[in-house]
T-cell receptor, first 113, second 115 residues
Framework: DQQVKQNSPSLSVQEGRISILNCDYT??????FLWYKKYPAEGPTFLIS?????DKNEDGRFTVFLNKSAKHLSLHIVPSQPGDSAVYFC????????????FGTGTRLTIIP | EAQVTQNPRYLITVTGKKLTVTCSQNMNHEYMSWYRQDPGLGLRQIYY???????DKGDVPEGYKVSRKEKRNFPLILESPSPNQTSLYFC??????????????FGEGSRLTVL
């Protein structure tokens, strides 16, 4: 039972354009969401997060949007740069859960120079 | 430098030969966890620990054991490895003060192959 889904395994975007990565979840108890970025041969690193009391959180070129009614979040990267090429995982947790972070399957983003 | 260190980084072993993957963090984090990454399945939690002597099962605990005798160390033990445990393993830690789960700090991964 995949509670956090990233339906696009891969995405290619031209350098300078906007990259939009999507994530859907099924568990309505999730109230905290994070994005992690992973380069080959490295561990994932935290990118940005959002609490369910917000619908948008911005950090430089990265913005995460949360639509609670649709159980959908997205990560926008603008402008996209070659160094953004990586696998992106979304993750979700519940404040009242067991502090477990549930990850999606990942989306491989390739930025084309 | 703040880091999570896993060893070994690469290992090829045979079915049934017990092995341990070590994990150590130097950030005084209470929370530690093990994940495995498999193609098409993303990161799945194996076990986690909220503090010393407190461990609990994640989503895929079968075939694994853990212990948390010291705050900094959280080894993953495969008592009798099988080929379906061939995977890329990540150890992670976080401070619970940072939020519900905190931002996880991951190790560089341990690629395990069981023949």
């Amino acid at each position: 039972d995949q509670q956090v889904k990233q339906n696009s395994p891969s995405l290619s975007v031209q350098e300078g354009r906007i990259s939009i990565l999507n994530c859907d979840y099924t568990n309505s108890m999730f109230d905290y969401f994070l994005w992690y970025k992973k380069y080959p041969a490295e561990g994932p690193t935290f990118l940005i997060s959002i609490s369910s009391i917000k619908d948008k959180n911005e950090d430089g070129r990265f913005t995460v949007f949360l639509n609670k009614s649709a159980k959908h979040l997205s990560l926008h990267i603008v402008p996209s740069q070659p160094g953004d090429s990586a696998v992106y995982f979304c993750a979700a947790s519940s404040l009242f859960g067991n502090e477990k972070l549930t990850f999606g399957t990942g989306t491989r983003l390739t930025i084309i120079p | 430098e703040a880091q999570v260190t896993q060893n070994p980084r690469y290992l090829i072993t045979v079915t049934g030969k017990k092995l341990t993957v070590t994990c150590s963090q130097n950030m005084n984090h209470e929370y530690m966890s093990w994940y495995r990454q498999d193609p098409g399945l993303g990161l799945r939690q194996i076990y986690y620990s909220m503090n010393v002597e407190v461990t609990d099962k994640g989503d895929v605990p079968e075939g694994y054991k853990v212990s948390r005798k010291e705050k900094r160390n959280f080894p993953l033990i495969l008592e009798s490895p099988s080929p379906n445990q061939t995977s890329l393993y990540f150890c992670a830690s976080s401070s619970r003060l940072a939020g519900p789960t905190g931002e996880l700090f991951f190790g560089e991964g341990s690629r395990l192959t069981v023949l």
